[in-house]
């Protein structure tokens, strides 16, 4: 059974950072390409970044492009999304998913920026 448990969201400060992690299970995840995706309120899922399955790969969305820093971890089944300058339209739950339309994701954590 396919899972996936996002952590490490939480309030942050405009200009901040946080560390987003996402530990797999149920499936090859070393096998996978992986996506972060998120959605504000009131708003449909944005696909955000995307690594190869042996991070040999990265693509961004123009809005995290030189902000977010996607990487992952094979060892631990970990998928990673390094976040800086965050700013307040950044606010959203964010997901990792097995697909860019964020299918197989998991329940997410939500992130807010706010001063």
């Not at 992986?34 to 970044?49: I, N």
């Not at 961004?60 to 390094?82: M, P």
């Not at 860019?100 to 954590?109: A, K, N, S």
Request: aromatic share 10%.
């Amino acid at each position: 059974q396919v899972q996936l448990v996002e952590s490490g969201g939480g309030l942050v400060q405009p200009g901040g950072s946080l560390r987003l992690s996402c530990t797999a299970s149920g499936f090859p995840f070393h096998t996978y390409w992986m996506h972060w995706v998120r959605q504000a309120p009131g708003k449909e899922l944005e696909w955000l970044s995307t690594i190869a399955y042996n991070g040999a790969a990265t693509s961004y969305a123009d809005s995290v492009k030189g902000r977010f820093t996607i990487s992952r971890d094979n060892a631990k089944n970990t998928l990673y999304l390094q976040m800086n300058d965050l700013k307040s339209e950044d606010t959203a739950v964010y997901y990792c998913a097995q697909t860019q339309e964020g299918l197989g994701r998991g329940r997410g954590t939500q992130v807010t920026v706010s001063s």
